[in-house]
């Protein structure tokens, strides 16, 4: 009973905290499964889903005025700085000591070792070319390490998400990576460098001895649904040579939680400064890793 209450009490507890005390807990053998994290999945939600209405909204309703460059093919709208806004709200509102990092608008002032890592709209070309194929990305990280990730696309409603050690899911059912063994029947995404021109040859020859090696490639345009796509199956690996925190982090979980395998080209862990992402099952891993790693030299 005692215990039972100690328990609740954790759900009072800032989250990184709740961590700490978690894995004293592990550390005295006394396994308790307890979802620390519910309360912060609990807000993740609550920030997907205004953000998404709003975003479904203002879907093939934009106008020109509505859309900015940033740098070259590089482009934002007003909806994705709304969005960005919407979510920062919510998660400062219930919890004002955390940290938020978003594509939009970088990062809040406060330090801490809670990091939010957002996407508030991964797939804006599609959004702007009137393409229903775009997400929100959302990944927790607690020094360092991705404990939550939450990917949601407005359009269909799906909501692929992992809390750390307890699996990854699909609309609250479970999700697994594909069982694929070999590559020749193995569907794989990818997206193109098409803001780094010193990758363009590299990626150019990957692709092709991939393209001659696997079924097929997807080329759809949003980095977090090609990742949660991946952990549920419907592709079999995933390779992009240029992509940022916001585009990976939350789906990197994901992968992790539907016993999947994530790296960089060189195999190592993926993290806040990595910009290559490989994703496979556990069988495809290796294979590819082997091929990207011969084409990619020192891309991390
Ligand atoms: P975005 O729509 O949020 O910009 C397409 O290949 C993928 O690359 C999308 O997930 C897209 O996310 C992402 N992307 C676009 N520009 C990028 C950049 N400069 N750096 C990293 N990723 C980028
Ligand atoms: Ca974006």
Redesign the pocket.
């Known amino acids: 009973m005692a215990i039972f209450l100690g328990m609740q009490a954790l759900y009072y507890i800032e989250p990184d905290l709740q961590i700490e005390i978690r894995e004293a807990i592990c550390y005295f053998g006394i396994m308790l499964k307890i979802d620390i994290l519910e309360p912060s999945l609990k807000i993740a939600l609550q920030a997907v889903q205004e953000a998404g209405d709003m975003i479904g909204s203002n879907f093939q309703n934009l106008q020109d005025s509505d859309i900015q460059a940033k740098g070259k093919n590089?482009f934002v709208t007003r909806v994705d700085r709304e969005a960005e806004a919407i979510i920062k709200r919510i998660i400062l509102n219930e919890f004002p000591h955390h940290q938020v990092l978003g594509?939009e608008g970088g990062y809040t002032q406060r330090k801490s070792k809670t990091l939010w890592v957002i996407?508030p709209?991964?797939?804006?070309?599609n959004f702007i070319q009137g393409i229903p194929h775009?997400a929100i990305s959302m990944a927790l990280m607690i020094n360092g390490k991705v404990v939550l990730g939450l990917i949601y696309d407005p359009l269909s409603e799906e909501r692929f998400h992992a809390i750390k050690g307890q699996g990854a899911f699909l609309n609250n059912r479970r999700i697994a990576v594909s069982r694929k063994k070999t590559l020749r029947s193995a569907l794989g995404a990818t997206?193109?460098p098409?803001?780094a021109p010193q990758f363009s040859e590299a990626y150019a020859s990957t692709f092709r001895n991939l393209l001659l090696r696997c079924q097929d490639m997807r080329r759809c345009?949003?980095?977090?649904l090609d990742l949660a796509y991946t952990a549920c199956g419907r592709y079999d690996f995933f390779w992009?040579a240029?992509?940022?925190p916001?585009?990976f982090m939350a789906g990197k979980l994901i992968i992790d939680e539907a016993g999947g395998r994530s790296s960089d080209f060189q195999g190592k862990e993926l993290k806040v400064q990595t910009?290559s992402v490989l994703v496979a099952n556990q069988s495809l891993y290796s294979k590819i890793l082997k091929i990207l790693a011969s084409h990619f030299k020192q891309v991390s």
Do not use: R, Y
């Open positions: 590089d594509e996407d709209l991964d797939g804006t070309t775009f997206g193109f098409f803001k345009g949003s980095a977090a992009e240029h992509l940022l916001w585009d910009s």
